[in-house]
């Protein structure tokens, strides 16, 4: 990521993945997403090498999710 900064706050990060800060701090907080507090008011940081590592292993995730529950068209499935 060249030219980008190394940090990014939690709504820098909201704006890439197109989702609410509050969803991002959510997920710092959960441990899913690291990042570090700084100063005295605890102002979150991410630093972008990390978040590509997330998204990353989101992909994986999905594809591990895909793979496991397979999507079946409506006419396929099995009636109730």
């Given amino acids: 990521m060249a030219g980008s900064?190394?940090?990014l706050t939690l709504a820098d990060v909201a704006e890439?993945?197109?989702?609410s800060s509050a969803q991002?701090?959510?997920l710092v907080r959960r441990g899913d997403l690291t990042a570090i507090k700084i100063g005295g008011r605890g102002q979150?940081?991410?630093e972008?090498?990390?978040l590509e590592e997330f998204i990353q292993r989101m992909?994986?995730?999905t594809k591990t999710f895909v793979d496991e529950h397979p999507y079946v068209e409506a006419e396929q499935r099995p009636e109730a």
Avoid at 16 to 19: A, C, D, E, K, R
């Fill in 16 to 19: 890439v993945l197109n989702t």
């Fill in 24 to 26: 991002v701090y959510a």
């Fill in 44 to 46: 979150w940081r991410v």
């Fill in 48 to 50: 972008s090498a990390q």
């Fill in 5 to 7: 900064p190394r940090f």
């Fill in 59 to 61: 992909y994986a995730e």
